[in-house]
C-alpha cells in the first residue's frame, strides 16, 4: 500500500496524510437520486477498504472487513540493530473503538462511515 506523506516545509518532520483507499472488484451498483454510494461491500466480493488516518506521529489504519486497526509504532522492536524503526501493532475491534487507539497515537480520522 502506498503510504502519503506531506513534508512540512521549514521543519524537519513530515505527516502521514488520511485518506480511504477502496480497492472493489467488477461489481454492479445502481445509486438513485439522494441515496449514498457504498464503497465498500465486503469481502466475498472482492472489495477491501482501509481508512488511513492523519498523523504526525505514528501510522494508523483501519481495515473494514477484517475489523482491524494496525499501528505502526516504535514502540516495540526486535532487537537493537532496529530501534527506531515502526512495526504495527494490531488490534482486532471496531472503528469506533480504534479511533480511540489512533487518537492516543497522535492519530485522528477524518472519514466517519455510517
Known amino acids: 500500500m502506498a503510504v502519503r506523506i506531506r513534508a512540512m516545509e521549514g521543519e524537519n518532520t513530515f505527516q502521514y496524510m488520511a485518506g480511504m483507499n477502496a480497492i472493489a472488484s467488477n461489481w454492479p451498483q445502481i445509486v438513485k437520486p439522494g441515496e449514498n454510494i457504498i464503497f465498500h461491500q465486503g469481502a466475498d466480493k472482492g472489495s477491501f477498504c482501509c481508512n488511513v488516518y492523519q498523523s ?19 514502540e516495540v522492536f526486535y532487537s537493537e540493530d532496529l530501534e527506531g524503526m515502526k512495526f ?22 477524518c472519514i466517519e462511515l455510517g
Open 56 to 74: 504526525n506521529r505514528n501510522f494508523c489504519c483501519y481495515v473494514y472487513e477484517a475489523n482491524r486497526g494496525i499501528v505502526y509504532t516504535d
Open 88 to 109: 504495527p501493532k494490531i488490534y482486532i475491534m471496531d472503528k469506533q473503538s480504534f479511533d480511540e487507539i489512533a487518537e492516543q497515537n497522535g492519530a485522528y480520522s
